[in-house]
């Protein structure tokens, strides 16, 4: 799936310009964190990435092959900060994207297991609490076997107990060689996961930095604003 | 209050005992209203889901001409059933006029939109939960269509019965293409107008009452696997 390649991308919506002149490369199979402030542009950036939204200025590619298509889509997969549950049990959430894939549905249990739900398989995936639907919607995507796996603030709305949970599971598919692209707001987290960070204000990337030099010496002054706000 | 309560005393007779002429019209009602409903949830189901995931150009005349038709009154659609049906309409060599699959094509034309419209609410609603995780799954069209159904089916269920009420409860149009026979195209709806044009309003209030209680009936069986299913 490597490299990511963005060439001077942009996205204008009712002439509102929402990411411009974004010139980015991904080439290690690392856990990627996108950091900014509200409004910075970091999730439509990622649904740019996976291609469910198309830039109105130039290119995103994934090893040479266009982001929108198909093909690489489906290489890919995407959890969002508010999961989809669908209306039917746990393990036929899973089952349900196994079947999309043609992969076999007896590997449901070994998904349940990795998201740590086979005690609740057969419970309706809506009466799951919000940790574990965030688990599920994870092992749901793993189940894509994905090359690279998108997610858009995961642990926004969960506890600290739920968070590492899902950060082990995260942590878990990056060992399998799954590219990890994350956004989050949380820098304790970022700290805890990152290898390389990009930094995004205003619609552009502002700074794309290993994370230990991005922690220890940011070189935007958007992101030095970011990080002191936070500390403070 | 006289009339009331010979009503009562009415639909205690007809309840009482098993009348073979009460429950030919109760099984011909059921089984025209049933079939009607049935065919125009296997049409209007994925058709309003289509309708509520696919954006097209035109889309809201659609909708905005499928939402009329809900209203259409019954005697008008069971004049063009009729007009279609009659010797010399179009579908006239199929000799269907005044037999109950006459009934069921009217009965049928009346709630598709109704079935329709209301799926495709009810789609396009939940669509714009599920639109972005069915995209990134790359989930084919046909496929989402089955996925939504499927996931509204507790809300679909109202859906279905809403068609149903207005199929079992509807007069013009059967009447029309029916033409009431006894023994053949007779309903609950054409009976009780036939017993009201005869003056007979006990009997035709006694009638309104056994279609209320099927209507009752089917109501509660249709709650009760909704609460099953959920």
Known sequence: ?232 | MSTFSQVFSEVGVLLSGPDPDLLEIVWLSLRVSLTATLAACAIGLPLGALLGIKNFPGKTIVTVLINTLMGMPPVVLGLIVYLMLSRSGPMGFLQLLYTPTAMIIAQFALVLPIVTALTRQQIEDNWSEYSDTMNSLCVPLTQCVRTLLWDSRISLLTTGLAGFSRAISEVGAVIIVGGNIDHLTRVMTTAIALETSKGDLPLALALGVVLLTIALAVNTLVFSSRTRIA
């Not at chain 1, 649904?47 to 198909?70: D, F, N, V």
């Not at chain 1, 574990?132 to 090359?147: N, S, V």
């Not at chain 1, 796996?149 to 950060?167: I, M, W």
Request: proline share 3%.
């Open chain 1, 1 to 232: 799936m490597l490299p990511l390649v963005t060439k001077q991308l942009g996205l204008s919506v009712d002439n509102k310009q929402l990411l411009h002149n974004i010139w980015l490369e991904l080439t290690d199979n690392h856990v990627t964190v996108i950091m900014g402030h509200n409004g910075a542009g970091k999730s439509i950036l990622l649904r740019c990435m996976h291609g469910l939204i198309e830039p109105t200025e130039g290119t995103i590619h994934w090893a040479g092959c266009k982001a929108s298509s198909i093909e690489t889509r489906k290489k890919q997969a995407m959890v969002f900060q508010k999961p989809l549950m669908l209306n039917r049990s746990t393990s036929a959430n899973i089952e349900y994207v196994l079947k999309l894939r043609d992969k076999s549905e007896s590997l449901t249990q070994k998904y349940l297991q990795s998201a740590g739900l086979e005690h609740k398989a057969d419970q309706p995936a809506r009466s799951l609490s919000g940790g574990e639907q965030q688990r599920l919607a994870i092992a749901r995507a793993l189940a894509c076997e994905p090359g690279v796996l998108f997610l858009d603030e995961p642990t926004a709305n969960l506890d600290p107990g739920a968070t590492l949970k899902v950060e082990s599971q995260v942590i878990s598919a990056s060992q399998q060689t799954i590219k990890i692209v994350l956004v989050t707001h949380d820098i304790a987290q970022a700290r805890r996961l990152a290898d390389d960070v990009v930094f995004m204000s205003d619609g552009t990337v502002t700074e794309h930095s290993s994370a230990k030099t991005f922690f220890s010496q940011p070189a935007s002054a958007e992101a030095t604003s970011f990080m002191s706000a936070y500390i403070r």
